[in-house]
């Protein structure tokens, strides 16, 4: 007589956390297209749709261009695993997650990297520069937070929220980036814009003269033309297109 069958982790959920697992695996595995992981470490999370405040965050000790729907683990608040899962996670890793995700109803995905040139940037007095058209959209919405050691103090969480308040990017002074979407796809276009912005930045106090800063005035005005010109679309639009470029890559992250 044959064992009996073990469902699939899609068998388990809804198909509304299946898409969630997807589009998160898919950000991990873009992460890693782009050269943005750090070994094992840092974490995307995503909030799990439903009632309950449930979320969904990498296996610990998985690569991240290894991370597939079906790996990531299911956690609550607390870090703990709410659903049988073979993998462990790295609690103290969902240290600063846990504390946006608690604080802001509208931050379903949470993308915290170690980028070089997000680091570079952070470790700076001034932060991001208003020198690219790029930094102009996390301009408009940015936050800074002191470095106060390895993110494993729970005191440390309602500083952290005080400094974010309702921004959606936020430079973790000699640390990293963050930033947080409604989506996967938000939270992984408002990174590659962070990101490139402070890389172009890194380019450009390379070249040894002075810099010219767009002016204030200007800056304030793109911060309004800007959530005109995306009309909330903009992660929307490019997402399809990046969930295709996996898929000619590898399709696996969809198991």
Same mark, same amino acid.
């Given at each position: ?16 956390? &299946?898409?969630?697992?997807? @589009? ?5 595995? !873009?992460?890693?297209?782009?050269? &943005?992981?750090?070994?094992? #470490?840092?974490? $995307? ?6 009632? +309950? ?8 000790? !998985? *690569? #991240? ?9 299911? $956690? ?19 240290? $600063? ?8 109803? @509208?931050? !379903?995905? %949470? *993308? ?13 007095? +001034? ?8 930094? *102009? ?17 729970? @005191? ?9 308040? +309702?921004?959606?990017? *936020? ?16 939270? #992984? ?12 930045? $890194? ?27 995306? %009309? ?6 490019? &997402? ?12 696996? #992250?969809?198991?």
């Amino acid at each position: 007589m044959s064992a009996p069958r073990r469902s699939s982790i899609r068998e388990q959920v809804s198909a509304e956390e &299946w898409q969630a697992r997807v @589009d998160l695996a898919a950000a991990y595995r !873009l992460v890693a297209l782009y050269g &943005w992981d750090d070994l094992i #470490f840092t974490h $995307i999370s995503a909030r799990v749709p439903g009632a +309950d405040h449930h979320f969904l965050l990498n296996p610990y000790g !998985l *690569m #991240f261009e290894e991370v597939t729907a079906s790996s990531l683990v299911k $956690i609550d608040l607390d870090g703990q695993k709410v659903m049988a899962s073979a993998y462990a996670i790295n609690p103290a890793g969902f240290t $600063i997650h846990s504390a946006v995700h608690a604080a802001r109803q @509208d931050a !379903l995905c %949470v *993308m915290h990297l170690h980028t070089d040139y997000g680091i570079a940037v952070s470790a700076q007095q +001034d932060g991001l520069l208003p020198i690219s058209q790029q930094a *102009m959209f996390p301009l408009a919405s940015l936050a800074y937070h002191d470095y106060e050691g390895l993110a494993l103090n729970e @005191d440390e969480k309602p500083r952290l929220v005080a400094d974010l308040s +309702d921004k959606n990017y *936020m430079i973790l002074r000699n640390h990293g980036l963050l930033t947080i979407g409604k989506n996967a796809a938000e939270a #992984f276009l408002s990174m590659y814009i962070l990101q490139h912005a402070c890389k172009i930045q $890194i380019l450009a106090q390379s070249g040894g003269s002075e810099l010219h800063r767009v002016a204030e005035p200007i800056v304030n005005l793109a911060a309004k033309q800007l959530s005109a010109v995306t %009309v909330g679309q903009g992660a929307q639009l490019a &997402w399809p297109g990046l969930l295709r470029k996996l898929d000619r890559i590898d399709s696996s #992250f969809r198991d």
